[in-house]
C-alpha cells in the first residue's frame, strides 16, 4: 500500500474512520497527525460500534502499531477514558499504542475557556464542540503550553500547572466562571499519567526506524480541509492543519517519504458547525435526517446537508494533491430521482471555478448545478462496481472527474464488506 495520507476531502465528517480501518488491513502502523478529542471517527467492526476520538483506528486491527503524534492536543483524562472503554470491548491496547511527548495538553481552563468565548460571540459563534481544542493550540503557538513530556514528571508538570491555572483563573473570571482548583486538577491529570506513561515515547524516532525498516504507514486525518486552521472557511475552521502538509508536520516524516495521498469525501456533502456553505439544502437535509443518517459522532448534533459541490472539491483536491478518491455514504443517494452537482459559483454576475478566501464573498455565492439520473435500486450490499446501478457508476465518474482525481474506493454502507474497491 504504501506510505498513505488520508485526508477528509470537505468539511469532515466523510467517513475517514471507516476507510482508514479497512486500509489499515494493508499498513503496519497507523498514524493520527492533528486534531484532539474533537474529532469523531465511527466504526463498525466485529458486530460492535466503536466511536473513537483519540485513538486511530487502527486500533480495532490486531498486529498494528497506532501513534499519536506530536500534532495532535490531547485531553490526558479522557484519552484515559477512551482506553478503558475499548478494553472493556476486548479491544487490546497495549504496546500497539504509542503517544509522542511533544503532542500538546488539553486541561479544563481550556474547555472554560472555549465555552465561554463561544458564548460571548453570540450569534457570531463558530460552533466549536467546547472540548477545549483552539485555546490549547493557541497556547501551544504562544509557547506557553504543557506536553505530554511534563505530565510523566509529577514535580515539573505540578509546578508548571499551577502558573497556568494561576494565569487562567484570572481570565476566567474576567469572563464571569469560576475558578479551577489546581489540586483536583493535578490530582485527576497525575492520576492519567500512571495510565499514559508506559505509551508515551519519542514517535519521531520510532517512525523513522519503521521507515528504515520498510513498514507501510497510513496517516489518519481529523477533521477536514475546509476546516484547515490555513486553507478552510476561516474563522469557522478549527485550529489545526487538516490538509495532507499536516501530516508530515504533526507526525515529524518528511515529505519525500509519503507515497501518496487520499481523498475521502461524501457523495454529497455536509458540515457540522457555523459557517457557509454554498450548497446546503433544506429538504435535502430534512431527508438525510429523516433516515437516521448525519447526526455528529462527538457532539450528536444534525448535520448540515447539501449537494455534492464540485467547486470545493476541486480546490481541496489542489491544495492536497489528492491522487486517489474514496467516495462514502453512495448509499444515501439511493432512491433520489435527479441528483444536483455544484459545478461552479455565481458571485455578482460573474462565474466562479474556485470558491472563494473571503468569508463574506463564498456565503454570497449561489451554486451552478448539473443534475444527474438518480437511480432506484438499492446500493447497499454491491460488491463490485460492476454490479452498481449504471446511473450510480455514472455519477461516481463525474465527480472524480470534476475533482480531478481517480476514484478508488466506492463506500455504500459503515461495515467493512460494504466497500468497493474501483
Known amino acids: 500500500m504504501a506510505n498513505t495520507i488520508c485526508i477528509g476531502a470537505q468539511w469532515g465528517d466523510e467517513g475517514k474512520g471507516k476507510i482508514i480501518d479497512v486500509l489499515t488491513e494493508h499498513a503496519h502502523i497507523v498514524v493520527r497527525s492533528q486534531g484532539g478529542n474533537n474529532a469523531g471517527h465511527t466504526v463498525l467492526a466485529g458486530g460492535q460500534k466503536h466511536v473513537l476520538h483519540l485513538v486511530p483506528s487502527g486500533i480495532l486491527h490486531k498486529n498494528k502499531v497506532c501513534v499519536i503524534g ?31 511527548d511533544c503532542a500538546h495538553l488539553v486541561f479544563p481552563y481550556h474547555r472554560l475557556l472555549d465555552t465561554a468565548r463561544e458564548a460571548r460571540k453570540g450569534r457570531g459563534k463558530i460552533g466549536t464542540t467546547k472540548r477545549g481544542i483552539g485555546p490549547a493550540y493557541g497556547d501551544k503557538m504562544a509557547r506557553t503550553g504543557l506536553r505530554v513530556g511534563d505530565l510523566i514528571q509529577p514535580g515539573i508538570f505540578s509546578e508548571k500547572l499551577k502558573a497556568k ?22 490530582d485527576a491529570c497525575l492520576a492519567a499519567a500512571d495510565v499514559l506513561r508506559p505509551f508515551v515515547t519519542n514517535t519521531v524516532v520510532y517512525l523513522h526506524h519503521a521507515l528504515l525498516a520498510g513498514k507501510e504507514i ?61 450548497t446546503e439544502d433544506g429538504p435535502f437535509s430534512d431527508r438525510m435526517h429523516g433516515m437516521g443518517r448525519e447526526f455528529g459522532a462527538t457532539t450528536g448534533r444534525a448535520r448540515r446537508c447539501g449537494w455534492f459541490d464540485a467547486v470545493a472539491a476541486r480546490y481541496s483536491c489542489m491544495i492536497n494533491g489528492f491522487d486517489e478518491l474514496a467516495v462514502t455514504n453512495l448509499d444515501g443517494l439511493d432512491g433520489i430521482e435527479r441528483i444536483r452537482v455544484c459545478t461552479g459559483y455565481r458571485l455578482d454576475g460573474k462565474k466562479l471555478s474556485v470558491p472563494p478566501t473571503d468569508i463574506v464573498q463564498l456565503g454570497c455565492c449561489e451554486p451552478i448545478y448539473a443534475e444527474y439520473p438518480g437511480w432506484k435500486k438499492p446500493t447497499a450490499g454491491v460488491k463490485t462496481f460492476r454490479q452498481l446501478p449504471t446511473e450510480a457508476r455514472a455519477y461516481l465518474k463525474a465527480i472524480a472527474e470534476l475533482t480531478g482525481a481517480r476514484l478508488a474506493i466506492a463506500s455504500v454502507g459503515p461495515k467493512r464488506e460494504e466497500t468497493i474497491f474501483v
Not at 477514558?81 to 497495549?94: A, C, M
Not at 474563522?235 to 501530516?247: F, L
Open 70 to 100: 506530536n500534532g495532535v492536543v490531547i485531553d490526558p483524562v479522557s484519552l484515559v477514558d477512551e482506553i478503558e472503554g475499548l478494553r472493556s470491548r476486548g479491544i487490546r491496547v497495549g504496546r500497539n499504542l504509542l503517544i509522542s
Open 218 to 278: 497510513l496517516f489518519e486525518g481529523a477533521q477536514g480541509t475546509f476546516l484547515d486552521i490555513d486553507h478552510g472557511t476561516y474563522p469557522y475552521v478549527t485550529s489545526s492543519n487538516t490538509t495532507a502538509g499536516g501530516a508530515c508536520t504533526g507526525s515529524g516524516v518528511p515529505p519525500h517519504r509519503m507515497d501518496r495521498v487520499m481523498g475521502i469525501m461524501k457523495a454529497y456533502t455536509t458540515r457540522v458547525g457555523e459557517g457557509p456553505f454554498p
Open 165 to 186: 491555572i494561576q494565569e487562567n483563573n484570572l481570565i476566567l473570571k474576567v469572563l464571569g466562571e469560576k475558578p479551577l482548583k489546581f489540586a483536583e486538577v493535578r
